[in-house]
T-cell receptor
Framework: DVKVTQSSRYLVKRTGEKVFLECVQD?????MFWYRQDPGLGLRLIYF???????EKGDIPEGYSVSREKKERFSLILESASTNQTSMYLC???????????????FGPGTRLTVL | GENVEQHPSTLSVQEGDSAVIKCTYS??????FPWYKQELGKRPQLIID?????GEKKDQRIAVTLNKTAKHFSLHITETQPEDSAVYFC???????????FGPGTRLSVLP
């Protein structure tokens, strides 16, 4: 059973603070992803990583950075939190595709971040 | 890049009726199309998926159809039950196991 966990379910921070959101998966998945989820906009990809120390920008990387020092852990960093970063943040992981087949993503429970 | 549209944004059906949610995608290279269900306060969970070499897939009360020529795919839920009430997301993948592009979601309400 795939398990993806996130460090916090709810987080309240102040504008300008540095925020760390952590995600851990226990299935030895190569790919890990960070999304934000906002009403009416669905899930938007912030960053993803396909290997340790590798990262790729998603659709909305501005204001965010990521870190992947270990295979099982993928961190999302808000260098200076702003109110427009108030959102639900979802982490996901998936196997690296072999033979050009895509594998599904498994999601963590989400972190609801409020920036005041 | 890929763009996924999803309709309708909200859908209400009577218990026992069928529900259909449709998605269109723009990139003909997309080859994998999962559907996720997200209940209130919970994480999205995969309910069914289809690959581009298959036209239809069924799992009990849910089915997905894919029309590659028209670049659209649909989720069909038959004999709906109150526990089917949730937000449903479609997605399309243009790379091999990497980034998905999600539709904006459909809020399905099954009325008793």
């Amino acid at each position: 059973d795939v398990k993806v966990t996130q460090s916090s379910r709810y987080l309240v921070k102040r504008t300008g603070e540095k925020v760390f959101l952590e995600c851990v998966q226990d299935m030895d998945h190569e790919n890990m992803f960070w999304y934000r989820q906002d009403p009416g906009l669905g899930l938007r990809l912030i960053y993803f990583s396909y290997d340790v120390k590798m990262k790729e920008k998603g659709d909305i990387p501005e204001g965010y950075s990521v870190s992947r020092e270990k295979k099982e852990r993928f961190s999302l960093i808000l260098e200076s939190a702003s109110t427009n970063q108030t959102s639900m943040y979802l982490c996901a992981s998936s196997l690296l595709s072999l033979a050009a087949k895509t594998d599904t993503q498994y999601f963590g429970p989400g972190t609801r971040l409020t920036v005041l | 890049g890929e763009n996924v549209e999803q309709h309708p944004s909200t859908l209400s059906v009577q218990e026992g009726d069928s529900a259909v949610i449709k998605c269109t995608y723009s990139d003909s290279a997309s080859n994998y199309f999962p559907w996720y269900k997200q209940e209130l306060g919970k994480r999205p969970q995969l309910i069914i998926d289809i690959r581009s070499n298959v036209g239809e897939k069924k799992d009990q009360r849910i089915a997905v159809t894919l029309n590659k020529t028209a670049k659209h795919f649909s989720l069909h839920i038959t004999e709906t039950q109150p526990e089917d009430s949730a937000v449903y997301f479609c997605a399309a993948s243009t790379n091999y196991g990497q980034n998905f592009v999600f539709g904006p979601g459909t809020r399905l309400s099954v009325l008793p």
